[in-house]
């Protein structure tokens, strides 16, 4: 297909292409039974690729593997080949040494994915490859109790999610003594989800899961599949807790050539987004759009949609949707109705896809490893395939937009955990305990830190010691404390009001900026005005309208330094990390107009205070210097906001993670520090350690922030340097031109 009339386009920035590769092949593993190679010949899968082969050897010789290779390159059969194999009744290896053993009657594996929709996937593509009569189970909060019912006494193979592990199977492990005992494999899929604070409490479970697993007779080995990491065998040891992993990550299926095209909008993001998307689906590519926000992807696609010679042909996607609704988009795609999908990064692990003709990325996603996930999904087929990155108004995208190369030449950025968060990790040990009394020995799974860990609690109340065996000691469940995704409660319906239809639903850790009362809400293609919110009853009602704006939330910040871990000089600034506690509140909103984005008002909210305390990285203005600048404190605070602005901005650059990941506080003089001070902190509870590579890599990504502030081409701030889509008083009080001379002084 002829991409050209894109490719010549005046908005094009810079292009790289990838060359098209052959398939590197490998025979089956003779290992693996000739019934299991014919049934999955017969599914279209004429040769196993090398790199599926090497994964599966690993797996089969009892070792932990990693395979980190890109979007569809068939990770699935590398995994399932050694799953297969045991289900024939051949002969396998323990972990611990390579003496073979009879496998016993019921052999049985686990899977787990970050969603309910990508595990029930990936059950039906297990169920179409294995033997007659193979029990494969979905198990999921959806499950009813004879569906449960036979995972536990009759499955082989449960694909869940690591929510229904932590709740449902860890806390009744006597009742899953089968399965728990003939455990042969656990599949970890879409590893490199699993980072933050929500991927410490997933790697918590993962240890309780074989520590309870051990308990009744099992060691079983671990696979994972992730998207590219340069530190893919350590994220993965650390993730599972094992002292090893095997690393597979060289890709050996076939690729077509693929294109990646930098684009500068010469009108608005979401205009050209909108343009290219109706475009390319005309002319035959099908085409996905990946948009940051819901939001976004709804007016993406309306846009399209307006533009195209069918519109129908076009349609949108973003979590939250039923699976009804999804199954319809999915079956669309497959079936080449559908030409052009405007879509959330949730389409990843909500929809099946096959490979499309060309992918756009509208506003870099905030992580390389992001980006090159997402354009994956172009060229699956091994046909040729365009990739563009269209820029948004932000400081980052403007900087990758001059700096090319760190798009095309530098590295993924490696993957982050720190499971031994004590906020997680006493959290999980107290669920250990009550699944099993806990003993120091125990440190085999939860680490070094689990015999002081324990003995704390023990002083908390919360464990009691019996001759080195810590018992729980509450009548509740302990994992009924503990939430995994760092969300209280369950996520709200979004009903409308005059049908009872149920339009989708959000967490509630965001619903005070998506359903407010007065919110616009979009969901495929149609605008609907938020009328009722019932935080209790965890619904909002919401009435059709088509009201030519959209919102925006405001809010207000207050920050407090709990605790300070680390400082060093960085020119004439001290420099900081720690612990602080955030304090936020949404007190309005904004009416905008949807094409021009002009505020047409602002109006007032009462919405409940909400606390954060998670890790930060500070600076301040030594007092020395505000004196010699002679500043105002107004023109001080303007100057600081600015700063804060550009820096949370291209942070991204040098730490994995999106700037929604983050967030950020300044003042002209802070009652802690007594001075100006700046704050970047991480956006979760506990914190993710965003913050603190910040403060590894401040010198360089400080350097970058005042490059963007004396580079842009603006007068008075924009998008691309000092204006945040995230702030929360709209963009007020902003110094562009005082926050480079501010930042130039500081660094010296």
């Given at each position: 297909?002829?991409?050209?009339?894109?490719?010549?386009?005046?908005?094009?920035?810079?292009?790289?292409?990838r060359?098209?590769?052959?398939?590197?092949?490998?025979?089956?593993?003779?290992?693996?039974?000739?019934?299991?190679?014919?049934?999955?010949?017969?599914?279209?899968v004429?040769?196993?690729?090398?790199?599926?082969?090497?994964?599966?050897?690993?797996?089969?010789?009892?070792?932990?593997?990693?395979?980190?290779?890109?979007?569809?390159?068939?990770k699935?059969?590398?995994?399932?080949?050694?799953?297969?194999?045991?289900?024939?009744g051949?002969?396998?290896?323990?972990?611990?040494?390579?003496?073979?053993?009879?496998?016993?009657?019921?052999?049985?594996?686990?899977?787990?994915?970050?969603?309910?929709?990508?595990?029930h996937?990936?059950?039906?593509?297990?169920?179409?490859?294995?033997p007659?009569?193979?029990?494969?189970?979905?198990?999921?909060?959806?499950?009813d109790?004879?569906?449960?019912?036979?995972?536990?006494?009759?499955?082989?193979?449960?694909?869940?999610?690591?929510?229904?592990?932590?709740?449902?199977?860890?806390?009744?492990?006597?009742?899953?003594?089968?399965?728990?005992?003939?455990?042969?494999?656990?599949?970890i899929?879409?590893?490199?989800?699993?980072?933050?604070?929500?991927?410490?409490?997933?790697?918590?479970?993962?240890?309780?899961?074989?520590?309870?697993?051990?308990?009744?007779?099992?060691?079983?080995?671990?696979?994972?599949?992730?998207?590219?990491?340069?530190?893919?065998?350590?994220?993965?040891a650390?993730?599972i807790g094992?002292?090893a992993?095997?690393?597979?990550?060289?890709?050996?299926?076939p690729?077509?050539?693929?294109t990646?095209?930098l684009?500068?909008?010469?009108?608005?993001l979401?205009?050209?987004?909108?343009?290219?998307?109706?475009?390319?689906?005309?002319?035959?590519a099908?085409?996905?759009?990946?948009v940051?926000?819901?939001?976004?992807a709804?007016?993406?696609?309306?846009?399209?949609?307006?533009?195209?010679?069918?519109?129908a042909?076009?349609?949108s996607?973003?979590?939250?949707?039923l699976?009804a609704?999804?199954?319809?988009?999915?079956?669309?795609?497959?079936?080449g109705q559908?030409?052009g999908l405007?879509?959330?990064n949730?389409?990843e692990?909500?929809v099946d896809?096959?490979?499309m003709?060309?992918?756009?990325?509208?506003?870099?996603?905030?992580?390389?490893?992001?980006?090159?996930?997402?354009?994956?999904r172009?060229?699956?087929?091994?046909?040729?395939?365009?990739?563009?990155?269209?820029?948004?108004?932000?400081?980052?995208?403007?900087?990758?937009?001059?700096?090319?190369e760190?798009?095309?030449?530098?590295?993924?950025?490696?993957?982050?955990?720190?499971?031994?968060?004590?906020?997680?990790?006493?959290?999980?040990?107290?669920?250990?305990?009550?699944?099993s009394?806990?003993?120091?020995?125990?440190?085999?799974?939860?680490g070094?830190?689990?015999?002081?860990?324990?003995?704390?609690?023990?002083?908390?109340?919360?464990?009691?010691?019996?001759?080195?065996?810590?018992?729980?000691?509450?009548?509740?469940?302990?994992?009924?404390?503990i939430n995994l995704?760092?969300?209280?409660?369950?996520?709200?319906?979004?009903?409308?009001r005059?049908?009872?239809r149920?339009l989708?639903?959000?967490?509630?850790?965001?619903?005070?900026?998506?359903?407010?009362?007065?919110?616009?809400?979009?969901?495929?293609?149609?605008?609907?005005?938020?009328?009722?919110?019932?935080v209790?009853?965890?619904?909002?009602?919401?009435?059709a309208?088509?009201?030519?704006?959209?919102?925006?939330?405001?809010?207000?910040?207050d920050?407090?330094?709990?605790?300070?871990?680390?400082?060093?000089?960085?020119?004439?600034?001290?420099?900081?990390?720690?612990?602080?506690?955030?304090?936020?509140?949404?007190?309005?909103?904004l009416?905008?107009?949807?094409?021009?984005?002009?505020?047409?008002?602002?109006?007032?909210?009462?919405?409940?205070?909400?606390?954060?305390?998670?890790?930060?990285?500070?600076w301040?203005?030594?007092a020395?210097?505000?004196?010699?600048?002679?500043w105002?404190?107004?023109?001080?605070?303007?100057?600081?906001?600015?700063?804060?602005?550009t820096a949370?901005?291209?942070?991204?650059?040098?730490?994995p993670?999106?700037?929604?990941?983050?967030?950020?506080?300044s003042?002209?003089?802070?009652?802690?520090?007594?001075?100006?001070?700046?704050?970047?902190?991480?956006?979760?509870?506990?914190?993710?350690?965003?913050?603190?590579?910040?403060?590894?890599?401040?010198?360089?990504?400080?350097?970058?922030?005042?490059?963007?502030?004396?580079?842009?081409?603006?007068?008075?701030?924009?998008?691309?340097?000092?204006?945040?889509?995230?702030?929360g008083?709209?963009?007020?009080?902003?110094?562009?031109?005082?926050?480079?001379?501010?930042?130039?002084?500081?660094?010296?």
């Amino acid at each position: 297909m002829n991409y050209e009339w894109v490719l010549s386009g005046r908005e094009v920035a810079a292009t790289a292409t990838r060359e098209p590769s052959v398939a590197v092949v490998a025979d089956w593993p003779d290992w693996l039974p000739t019934q299991a190679a014919e049934a999955i010949v017969a599914s279209g899968v004429e040769r196993a690729w090398a790199h599926q082969v090497e994964f599966a050897e690993h797996l089969f010789r009892g070792r932990h593997a990693i395979v980190s290779t890109p979007t569809g390159s068939g990770k699935t059969l590398g995994y399932l080949l050694p799953i297969l194999a045991a289900q024939h009744g051949r002969i396998g290896f323990t972990v611990d040494s390579a003496r073979t053993r009879l496998t016993a009657p019921r052999h049985t594996a686990l899977y787990l994915a970050p969603t309910k929709a990508l595990a029930h996937d990936q059950a039906r593509a297990a169920a179409a490859l294995g033997p007659r009569g193979w029990r494969v189970a979905a198990l999921d909060g959806d499950s009813d109790v004879a569906e449960r019912r036979f995972a536990r006494e009759h499955a082989s193979f449960i694909l869940t999610n690591p929510d229904m592990l932590h709740f449902s199977v860890l806390p009744n492990h006597e009742r899953w003594a089968s399965f728990l005992g003939s455990l042969r494999y656990i599949v970890i899929d879409e590893a490199h989800r699993y980072q933050g604070m929500f991927g410490a409490h997933v790697a918590q479970v993962v240890r309780r899961l074989r520590r309870l697993a051990a308990l009744h007779g099992a060691e079983p080995v671990v696979a994972l599949s992730s998207a590219t990491a340069p530190n893919a065998a350590e994220f993965a040891a650390t993730l599972i807790g094992a002292e090893a992993v095997e690393s597979v990550s060289g890709d050996t299926s076939p690729a077509g050539r693929r294109t990646v095209a930098l684009w500068r909008p010469s009108g608005s993001l979401r205009t050209d987004t909108a343009r290219l998307l109706a475009g390319l689906s005309d002319r035959g590519a099908q085409t996905i759009a990946f948009v940051a926000s819901r939001q976004g992807a709804e007016l993406v696609s309306i846009a399209a949609q307006e533009q195209a010679s069918d519109p129908a042909r076009i349609a949108s996607y973003r979590g939250g949707y039923l699976a009804a609704d999804r199954r319809e988009l999915e079956a669309g795609l497959h079936s080449g109705q559908l030409r052009g999908l405007a879509s959330t990064n949730a389409l990843e692990l909500g929809v099946d896809i096959a490979g499309m003709d060309a992918v756009l990325v509208s506003g870099y996603p905030g992580k390389l490893a992001s980006f090159w996930q997402q354009a994956g999904r172009a060229g699956r087929r091994g046909q040729d395939a365009l990739v563009v990155l269209l820029a948004s108004e932000n400081p980052l995208d403007a900087y990758l937009m001059e700096h090319p190369e760190l798009v095309f030449e530098v590295p993924v950025e490696r993957a982050v955990l720190h499971p031994d968060n004590p906020r997680v990790l006493g959290l999980h040990l107290a669920a250990a305990a009550q699944e099993s009394p806990l003993r120091d020995s125990d440190d085999r799974w939860f680490g070094p830190a689990t015999a002081a860990t324990a003995a704390a609690l023990v002083g908390q109340g919360v464990l009691r010691d019996r001759n080195g065996r810590y018992f729980w000691t509450r009548p509740d469940r302990a994992v009924d404390f503990i939430n995994l995704r760092s969300i209280g409660e369950r996520p709200l319906d979004i009903i409308e009001r005059d049908t009872g239809r149920v339009l989708g639903v959000v967490d509630m850790a965001a619903v005070d900026r998506t359903v407010h009362p007065g919110a616009v809400y979009l969901h495929q293609g149609e605008s609907f005005l938020v009328d009722h919110l019932d935080v209790e009853e965890h619904q909002a009602l919401v009435v059709a309208g088509r009201p030519r704006y959209y919102t925006q939330p405001q809010s207000t910040f207050d920050i407090q330094i709990v605790r300070e871990a680390e400082h060093r000089r960085m020119g004439i600034t001290r420099l900081c990390r720690g612990e602080v506690r955030l304090d936020s509140q949404v007190l309005g909103y904004l009416r905008r107009d949807e094409v021009t984005h002009e505020v047409w008002d602002s109006t007032p909210l009462e919405m409940p205070r909400r606390r954060l305390t998670t890790q930060a990285v500070w600076w301040t203005v030594p007092a020395s210097l505000a004196k010699r600048l002679g500043w105002e404190e107004l023109r001080m605070g303007a100057a600081a906001h600015a700063m804060e602005h550009t820096a949370i901005g291209l942070l991204p650059a040098f730490a994995p993670c999106d700037r929604w990941d983050i967030g950020g506080v300044s003042t002209a003089l802070h009652p802690d520090t007594g001075l100006a001070t700046i704050f970047v902190h991480d956006g979760m509870e506990g914190g993710a350690g965003f913050a603190y590579r910040g403060y590894e890599e401040a010198e360089q990504w400080l350097r970058a922030t005042l490059e963007r502030l004396t580079r842009c081409g603006c007068t008075d701030g924009c998008p691309a340097c000092v204006v945040s889509p995230k702030c929360g008083n709209a963009n007020q009080v902003l110094n562009k031109a005082d926050a480079a001379e501010l930042l130039a002084l500081l660094l010296d």
